[in-house]
């Protein structure tokens, strides 16, 4: 089992990121340790995230967190995990 992140996650995340660190440091760093701890435990969960709402697959599921959305995809015959992006979906207060 392998889990990936897209390049594109890594840029929306970073971005989210320094926008949180400026006004909270803590919060910043807190919303990323939990968020790394749900993505690393993506796979023995995978079973309790619904299907995307932004891809019309099967095998994409959507993570819902603190206001926004963390679609992934499960390659099933590679065992790997693939994620897609992260997606804002609320205003969020940390």
Do not use: C, R
């Amino acid at each position: 089992m392998k889990i990936v992140n897209s390049k594109l996650y890594e840029e929306q995340l970073k971005s989210i990121l320094d926008s949180f660190f400026n006004n909270d440091k803590k919060s910043a760093k807190s919303f990323k340790l939990y968020l790394d701890t749900i993505i690393l435990n993506m796979p023995t969960k995978v079973a309790k995230y619904k299907k995307s709402l932004y891809f019309d697959d099967e095998n994409i599921k959507d993570i819902e967190h603190q206001g926004f959305t963390i679609p992934f995809y499960h390659d099933i015959i590679k065992d790997t995990y693939v994620v897609l992006g992260i997606i804002t979906y609320t205003n969020h207060n940390l």
